[in-house]
């Protein structure tokens, strides 16, 4: 974004930076479909156009406030620019993905935090169920799926990026009927076994942690927690 300013607002360009921040804090953007400005303090900043509108052009000189004004909008021109090469770009590396009515693709669920190594690891998440037959496409990026009347509280259309094409994989595929899964489409994953112990000093105190094999996971994704965390939510594991 800056690159494309430079050439415009010449070898003095940095201290040109203010404006720049300014008129960035005072675009409208997609994502959120307002100003940042806008969206931290709840309403429009007032720009040097404004001024021209409440009669602070005499305060401030003319001068001042017309040449703000201008390279308040090249800037914004220049961002412009550089904001549609940048999507361009991605668009071309960018492959949409596309299935037919009658296809069979996986749903993507994810466990919950219940644990707090749950979401930090990748290799224990995501997860999919089924395959799931695709029954019409909704818009351009969703899709009905016929979904079992088990299922029946959770809606049936999906964003494109919860599904995967059907290629089996069993280390990524679990059977729903083996979890709890919510109407978000995540679950808990549950504890089955404490297989190791180990303690590590840490200063004046000790800390103590267990190795835990988990229900739908090899005993390559074992994952190390807090001992007590664990008596605490499963003390049944530990009374094996």
Request: hydrophobic share 35%; charged share 30%.
């Amino acid at each position: 974004m800056l690159r494309a300013c430079v050439i415009d607002l010449g070898v003095r360009w940095e201290q040109y930076l203010p404006l720049v921040e300014f008129a960035y804090n005072n675009s409208f953007q997609t994502s959120i479909q307002m100003a940042p400005f806008e969206a931290l303090y709840g309403r429009r900043c007032r720009s040097p156009i404004g001024w021209l509108e409440v009669g602070e052009r005499k305060l401030l000189g003319p001068e001042l406030v017309q040449d703000a004004t201008e390279k308040i909008h090249m800037i914004r021109q220049r961002m412009l620019t550089a904001q549609s090469r940048q999507k361009s770009y991605a668009d071309n590396r960018r492959r949409d993905l596309e299935f037919q009515v009658g296809d069979h693709v996986f749903l993507k669920v994810s466990p919950t935090k219940g644990v707090m190594r749950f979401g930090k690891k990748g290799k224990l998440s995501p997860r999919y169920i089924r395959p799931f037959e695709i029954l019409e496409k909704v818009g351009a990026v969703a899709y009905r799926l016929a979904l079992p009347p088990d299922l029946s509280n959770i809606h049936p259309v999906f964003h494109v990026s919860m599904l995967r094409k059907y290629n089996p994989d069993p280390s990524h595929v679990i059977r729903y009927e083996t979890i709890q899964l919510q109407n978000d489409l995540t679950y808990e994953e549950q504890p089955v076994a404490i297989l190791d112990r180990q303690v590590k000093k840490l200063r004046s105190k000790d800390v103590a942690s267990v190795k835990v094999l988990w229900r739908n996971h090899t005993s390559e994704e074992v994952t190390w927690e807090a001992e007590d965390e664990m008596r605490t939510k499963h003390p049944h594991l530990f009374d094996m």
